[in-house]
């Protein structure tokens, strides 16, 4: 089995794929400088899969301990996930976010090329898909016109790592075009748990059913969909982590592959089917009342799902209400303990 080096591996996604990559055999290192999380979420994966988890608290543009770490550590893959990714702040400080996301990914495929690492998973994102596309999102489509600097910064760094796998042959690249992830492990011991206001829709409904908001507003009912509510692709996490994990081993197995790849369950849901689903799973009812709609909103979009399929012999396992559940069980804990 091979050792897997998370960027970004204290945060929400990276937390629950080293629990996915632990499950299959692998081992895992992290790097993040927690400047959106907490190493205790590593802590708690150490606890709930009984392993040791070597993690490095820096920054990854600093090319200095990049070297240590692939000095210290035989890494065979690489799983970028590092990166500012609030869609609106991205908007307000768009060096930051340029800064941070690209600097972080050239300092991290240079290491990676100096020590001989050739293989890299890539956190993108459905954002990249230009907005006037059909909904059904198909990898061959249109990418750009982005709404903001975030989507910028995914859009970029897909090219850059397209124009290093030109470059450097011996580059292998898989770059995941994540959907609407959500929910947690089943366990309830790490999840999303944003600081303020959720920007977010399932953190949102998560911090009403336990009171610490008071109502959801839903943003807009007058949508060309069938309840007038936006409809999205939720993907839980945990089938998002175990879609890592088959990328890993497509890579190791796949010389000279440069792809990107949609994860997503390839169904779309609408804000009021979620919120009926989360009520029905937890059996409970939540305040909510509709609101304007929220600036640069597209009504409808969803992932074809059939390259991920095709390639990695990805497919959804967890259902919506599997989503509210956890989502419901992390924020119960989380409450208990503020
Ligand atoms: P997250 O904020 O929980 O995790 C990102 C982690 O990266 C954080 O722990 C943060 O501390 C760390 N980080 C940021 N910049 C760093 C740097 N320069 N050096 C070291 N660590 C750094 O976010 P997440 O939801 O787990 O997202 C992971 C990745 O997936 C991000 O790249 C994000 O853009 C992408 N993505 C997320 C979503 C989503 O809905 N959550 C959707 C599409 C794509
Ligand atoms: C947003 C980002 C996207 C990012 C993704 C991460 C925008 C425009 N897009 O996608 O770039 O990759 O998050 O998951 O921000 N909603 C409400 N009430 C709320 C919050 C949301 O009704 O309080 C609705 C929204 O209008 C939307 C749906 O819920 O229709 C999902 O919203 P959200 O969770 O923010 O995800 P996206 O907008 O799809």
């Given at each position: 089995m091979s050792r897997v080096l998370l960027?970004?591996?204290?945060g929400y996604i990276g937390s629950h794929t080293a629990v996915s990559l632990l499950e299959s055999g692998h081992e895992v290192v992290v790097v993040d400088n927690l400047v959106n999380s907490k190493i205790d979420s590593i802590r708690e994966v150490e606890k709930l899969m009984n392993a040791k988890v070597p993690t490095y608290i820096g920054d990854v543009q600093d090319e200095q301990l990049m070297n240590r770490i692939f000095t210290e550590q035989h890494i065979d893959v690489v799983i970028h996930f590092a990166g500012l990714k609030a869609v609106g702040e991205s908007v307000h400080k768009p060096l930051e976010y340029y800064q941070n996301n690209f600097d972080s990914t050239l300092v991290l495929i240079r290491t990676m090329l100096a020590h001989q690492v050739n293989n890299i998973v890539f956190s993108s994102?459905?954002?990249?898909?230009?907005?006037?596309?059909?909904?059904?999102?198909?990898?061959g489509m249109p990418v750009g016109n982005c709404s903001c600097p975030y989507g910028w910064t995914k859009f970029m760094i897909e090219q850059i790592i397209r124009d290093c796998c030109h470059a450097y042959p011996q580059l292998n690249a898989v770059m995941l075009r994540y959907f609407n992830p959500v929910g947690a492990h089943p366990s309830g011991v790490i999840g999303e748990n944003p600081l303020g206001?959720?920007?977010?829709l399932m953190p949102y409904i998560q911090q009403v059913a336990v009171g610490k908001l008071d109502h959801l507003n839903?943003?807009?009912?007058?949508?060309?969909t069938p309840d007038g509510t936006c409809v999205r692709d939720y993907i839980h996490v945990c089938d998002l982590a175990d879609a890592h994990a088959l990328a890993c081993d497509y890579l190791l197995k796949h010389e000279g592959c440069c792809q990107e790849i949609n994860i997503g369950s390839g169904h779309g849901v609408s804000v009021m089917e979620l919120v009926t689903a989360f009520e029905k799973a937890n059996n409970m009812k939540l305040a909510y009342q509709f609101a304007p709609r929220r600036e640069g909103d597209l009504p409808i979009f969803f992932a074809n799902a059939d390259k991920a399929r095709e390639l990695l012999g990805f497919k959804t396992r967890r259902s919506v209400e599997d989503m509210c559940r956890d989502a419901y069980r992390y924020q119960q804990k989380q409450s208990g303990k503020e």
């Open positions: 960027t970004g591996g204290t994102s459905a954002t990249v898909y230009d907005p006037a596309n059909d909904p059904e999102r198909v990898e206001i959720p920007n977010n839903i943003f807009g009912n007058d949508y060309p």
